[in-house]
T-cell receptor, first 111, second 115 residues
Framework: GENVEQHPSTLSVQEGDSAVIKCTYS??????FPWYKQELGKGPQLIID?????GEKKDQRIAVTLNKTAKHFSLHITETQPEDSAVYFC??????????FGTGTRLQVFP | DTGVSQDPRHKITKRGQNVTFRCDPI?????LYWYRQTLGQGPEFLTY????????KSRLLSDRFSAERPKGSFSTLEIQRTEQGDSAMYLC???FGAGGNYGYTFGSGTRLTVV
């Protein structure tokens, strides 16, 4: 079945540095790839997504890249700030009906 | 719209008791999803509805679990004869159209602790 692998599981960076989180998926038919941010005690919040007809999408300090041939996509956060500290999840669709999630990356940004 | 609401936020129950959680989705959203999340893991799919029809249930959803969405609006998730292994965060999400095409809006979850 569909599988999404995410790494690293934890990531620590200094404020102002960049952070990169990578995911791979198994279903070559997948065409929508969202990223969610989950803060303590809250539900996951959609922060950015990308469709398979583009290779990169940016939104201020956040960007997502997609390599359909290699079946992987990445989240890039530049100029990290302490408020970026959270758990980040990638996801990929199963038959367009629902999403399967990665295991998460705990990002810590130190001042 | 206030987003997806879940109630209660926290529930502590004794093993063997029944519990029921409620989810109110975004009003325009026709799809509603239930996920379970354990510590250090990503959300795991349990079941989803399109309007009032329950279209799919995961194998994770044992016979002790039942979900309803009687009028295509709010949904309830009931766990009967709770076990310690049921302790988790139960997340509800909704989407306008197929969640695999448009993504979800999640609620804040209900944290269940079975003692």
């Amino acid at each position: 079945g569909e599988n999404v692998e995410q790494h690293p599981s934890t990531l620590s960076v200094q404020e102002g540095d960049s952070a990169v989180i990578k995911c791979t998926y198994s279903d070559s038919a997948s065409n929508y790839f969202p990223w969610y941010k989950q803060e303590l005690g809250k539900g996951p919040q959609l922060i950015i997504d990308i469709r398979s007809n583009v290779g990169e999408k940016k939104d201020q300090r956040i960007a997502v890249t997609l390599n359909k041939t290699a079946k992987h996509f990445s989240l890039h956060i530049t100029e990290t700030q302490p408020e970026d500290s959270a758990v980040y999840f990638c996801a990929a669709p199963i038959n367009t009906d629902k999403l399967i999630f990665g295991t998460g990356t705990r990002l810590q940004v130190f001042p | 719209d206030t987003g997806v609401s879940q109630d209660p936020r926290h529930k502590i129950t004794k093993r063997g008791q029944n519990v029921t959680f409620r989810c109110d989705p975004i009003s325009e959203h026709n799809r509603l999803y239930w996920y379970r999340q354990t510590l250090g893991q990503g959300p795991e799919f349990l079941t989803y509805f399109q309007n009032e029809a329950q279209l799919e249930k995961s194998r994770l959803l044992s016979d002790r679990f039942s979900a309803e969405r009687p009028k295509g609006s709010f949904s309830t998730l009931e766990i009967q004869r709770t076990e310690q292994g049921d302790s988790a965060m139960y997340l509800c999400a909704s989407s306008f159209g197929a969640g695999g095409n448009y993504g979800y809006t999640f609620g804040s979850g209900t944290r269940l602790t079975v003692v």
